[in-house]
C-alpha cells in the first residue's frame, strides 16, 4: 500500500464515529465524485518522503487538509462551531497502520481552520517514520541469522 493512501485511512480511521446531528459522516480521499452529505474528504496539501538510515527508514512530512460540508449550503457558524469535533478527534493521535504494525501519529499542533467554498477546511502537518521494505528484509535476514538450528542425524 502506498504511504499516502496508509495516512489517508488513518486520517479516517481516527474520524470513524464521528457523528454530524446523529447522522453518519460519508469519507472520502480526494476526488469526491458522488457527494452524500454530511462529508468529510481528506487530501494532502503536500506530501514527501525520504530515505533515511541506510535506506532502513522512510521520512514521511505531510500536510494533510481534512474537509466538512453536512450540506450543499452551509452556514459558517455552524462549520465552525464542528470544527472543534474534528480537531479534538484529530488531537488524540491518528491511528496508523503500517506492514501490519499499529502506532498512532501525533499531529503538529498547528491546525488551521476556515471556510472555503461553503467547506469547513482543517488543515495541519505530521512528521513520522516507517520502515521501508530494506528494513523488513534488513530484520529477517537478522532474525534468521539468531536462530540456531542443528538438524542432524542420530
Known amino acids: 500500500?502506498?504511504?499516502?493512501?496508509?495516512?489517508?485511512?488513518?486520517?479516517?480511521?481516527?474520524?470513524q464515529?464521528?457523528?454530524?446531528?446523529?447522522?453518519?459522516?460519508n469519507f472520502f480521499f480526494g476526488n469526491v465524485k458522488s457527494?452524500?452529505?454530511?462529508?468529510?474528504?481528506?487530501y494532502f496539501s503536500r506530501f514527501t518522503t525520504s530515505t533515511a538510515n541506510a535506506n532502513l527508514y522512510a521520512d514521511i512530512n505531510a500536510g494533510v487538509v481534512v474537509e466538512f460540508a453536512y450540506a450543499?449550503?452551509?452556514?459558517?457558524?455552524?462549520?465552525?462551531?464542528?470544527?472543534?469535533?474534528?480537531?479534538?478527534?484529530?488531537?488524540?493521535?491518528?491511528q496508523f497502520i503500517h506492514r501490519g504494525k499499529?502506532?498512532?501519529?501525533?499531529?503538529?499542533?498547528d491546525f488551521e481552520v476556515r471556510i472555503v467554498d461553503?467547506?469547513?477546511?482543517?488543515?495541519?502537518?505530521?512528521?513520522y517514520q516507517v520502515d521501508t521494505e530494506a528494513k523488513v528484509?534488513?530484520?529477517?535476514?537478522?532474525k534468521m541469522e539468531q536462530l540456531d538450528i542443528d538438524i542432524g542425524v542420530k
Do not use: C, H, W
Open 102 to 109: 499499529n502506532f498512532i501519529i501525533t499531529p503538529e499542533d
Open 17 to 25: 464515529g464521528l457523528k454530524y446531528n446523529d447522522t453518519n459522516i
Open 137 to 142: 528484509k534488513y530484520d529477517n535476514l537478522e
Open 1 to 15: 500500500m502506498s504511504e499516502p493512501l496508509e495516512l489517508a485511512e488513518a486520517v479516517v480511521r481516527t474520524l
Open 118 to 127: 461553503g467547506y469547513l477546511q482543517i488543515t495541519f502537518g505530521v512528521k
Open 35 to 42: 457527494v452524500e452529505y454530511p462529508l468529510i474528504d481528506v
Open 72 to 94: 450543499k449550503e452551509t452556514d459558517d457558524t455552524e462549520l465552525y462551531s464542528f470544527s472543534n469535533n474534528i480537531i479534538d478527534k484529530l488531537k488524540q493521535g491518528l
